[in-house]
């Protein structure tokens, strides 16, 4: 039997390789073609998937709100007011992109009457705010001495009260007041300061009037008692306390004790 050549081996086995190179590729395309055509069915499920939400969320237009709930603005807060500025800025709008920080200042600003304004969005299309109205815990009659009016703990001045209807203590006030505007910074504090004060010292008072720079009451006994507003009211009562104590024991009884300054000034009755 004849030997091949060299040369001859060479070419068989080169040609054996083009046979295994031209195969491969037909087989891989394949492979590529259908990988190819199910990308493009996921692709076009997706987009029809996306095609029909968004249809569904422009002709239903699930997250836009739809409703306002008000709850406690009762007494000094008005409700109509509030669900009008409410559903002027939040009705129509994206529950999830509306700016609930704005709209919570927005109500406040216009509502001092309110002590906290709290926004909950309830998904899907439901606005829910919450007024927490301030608490009146005084009246105060004024300068002109017409109407009692209603105060908080931070000298705000809710509405008009009426006496009669109320055990509010009463705060006389030498300034004018106007509702919904705060009065002096400190006076209704001062003046709780006090009466604390006074109790624990079981001193009993008649009335009491707040000044810009002074407070004036009337003791039990019709004594007039004058103290700056610029120290804290329980040390000048301490000292009011004693004075009182022991100009008794005396038997002296005090007309006026002024403790404004830092020289105390008594006028005694006749």
């Known amino acids: 039997m004849k030997k091949k050549s060299a040369s001859t081996l060479i070419y068989f086995q080169d040609k054996a390789r083009r046979k295994s190179l031209i195969k ?13 055509i199910i990308t493009t069915i996921k692709l076009i499920g997706l987009f029809s998937m996306v095609g029909v939400l968004l249809w569904f969320y422009i002709q239903y237009q699930p997250l836009n709100i739809k409703s306002v709930e008000i709850s406690g603005a009762e007494r000094f807060v008005n409700h109509a007011d509030v669900q009008k500025i409410a559903e002027e800025k939040a009705l129509g709008k994206n529950i999830v992109f509306l700016n609930a920080g704005n709209l919570q200042k927005a109500i406040a600003s216009n509502f001092l009457a309110a002590k906290s304004v709290e926004i909950k969005k309830v998904l899907p299309s439901r606005l829910k705010i919450i007024v927490t109205e301030r608490v009146p815990i005084a009246l105060i009659l004024p300068k002109d001495g017409k109407d009692f009016v209603f105060v908080d703990a931070q000298g705000f001045i809710l509405g008009l009260a009426d006496k009669l209807a109320t055990n509010l203590p009463v705060i006389n006030y030498s300034q004018p007041v106007e509702v919904g505007k705060f009065v002096e910074a400190g006076a209704v504090n001062y003046y709780f300061n006090l009466i604390k004060a006074l109790d624990e010292d079981n001193v009993a008072v008649s009335t009491i009037s707040s000044y810009p720079r002074y407070t004036e009451f009337y003791t039990g006994e019709a004594t007039q008692v004058l103290f700056t507003n610029n120290q804290n009211p329980k040390p000048q009562v301490k000292i009011f306390a004693k004075m009182l104590e022991a100009f008794k ?4 009884r005090l007309k006026k004790i002024d403790l404004r300054f830092d ?3 008594v006028e005694f009755a006749n």
């Open 24 to 36: 491969r590729p037909r087989h891989v395309n394949k492979e590529k073609r259908t990988s190819n």
């Open 263 to 265: 020289k105390v000034i």
């Open 249 to 252: 024991a005396e038997g002296k």
